[in-house]
């Protein structure tokens, strides 16, 4: 078993639609990381949470520790939304190393 | 600033030739690490270096060597390249090691094919 699951893999949506993606993860961590990886294949990092709820614009990034549970909301998706989006985390034992485990991704597709 | 650079952006190679990827980072970061991405599985880190003239393994070192040459680069080498090294390569950089929660910057990215 992974030790970062996500859910769902795949996730197409209709333009305007609210999106949430899950990330559940199985070992005591330090931070979590979503990032963002465009179709061209560069990655970039949207949110590092340990605890509580952020958010940048329209994306939303939530953390509860106790569950071992994150999701990440989009509002009024677009369609330049369109990317795969990876949860990581900063396991507790990689304190000081950050040595970041990474979830497989979900591709989300916005249609127009 | 051009953040994270990595050089070539795509490289062909047969079995057993060698190369080495560059990476380079002017952030002024002190950690930098190689991954490597495969179709249905997460990013994999080969090698982390903590800072300059350090360096630790990651989860799939085999078939790998690395060079922090310097604080801002970071080069990931194949000696003998194998078909199971085919992958898209991704160099990152991160800040302080001594702060708990640091956000890695990655760069564009290496598809390497060994055929």
């Known amino acids: 078993k992974n030790e970062v699951e996500q859910s769902p893999q795949n996730l197409t949506a209709q333009e305007g639609e609210f999106i949430t993606i899950n990330c559940s993860y199985s070992?005591?961590?330090?931070?979590l990381h979503w990032l963002q990886q465009h179709p061209g294949g560069g990655i970039v990092s949207l949110f590092m949470?340990?605890?509580g709820k952020k958010k940048h614009g329209r994306l939303i990034a939530t953390i509860n520790i106790q569950e071992k549970h994150s999701s990440l909301h989009i509002t009024a998706s677009h369609p330049r939304d369109s990317a795969v989006y990876i949860c990581?985390?900063?396991?507790?034992?990689?304190?000081?190393?950050?040595?970041?485990?990474f979830g497989t991704g979900t591709r989300l597709t916005i249609i127009p | 600033n051009a953040g994270v650079t990595q050089t070539p952006k795509f490289q062909v190679l047969k079995t057993g030739q060698s190369m080495t990827l560059q990476c380079a980072q002017d952030?002024?970061?002190?950690?930098m690490y190689w991954y490597r991405q495969d179709p249905g599985m997460g990013l994999r880190l080969i090698y982390y270096?903590?800072?300059?003239?350090?360096?630790d393994k990651g989860e799939v070192p085999n078939g790998y060597n690395v060079s922090r040459l310097n604080k801002r680069e970071f080069s990931l080498r194949l000696e003998s390249a194998a078909p199971s090294q085919t992958s898209v390569y991704f160099c990152?950089?991160?800040?302080?090691?001594?702060?708990?929660?640091?956000?890695?910057?990655f760069g564009p990215g290496t598809r390497l094919t060994v055929l």
């Open positions: 990152a950089s991160s800040g302080h090691a001594w702060r708990s929660y640091n956000e890695q910057f």
């Open positions: 070992v005591g961590i330090s931070a």
């Open positions: 949470l340990s605890s």
């Open positions: 990581a985390v900063l396991p507790l034992l990689n304190f000081g190393n950050e040595k970041l485990t």
């Open positions: 952030m002024n970061h002190n950690s």
């Open positions: 270096s903590a800072s300059e003239g350090t360096t």
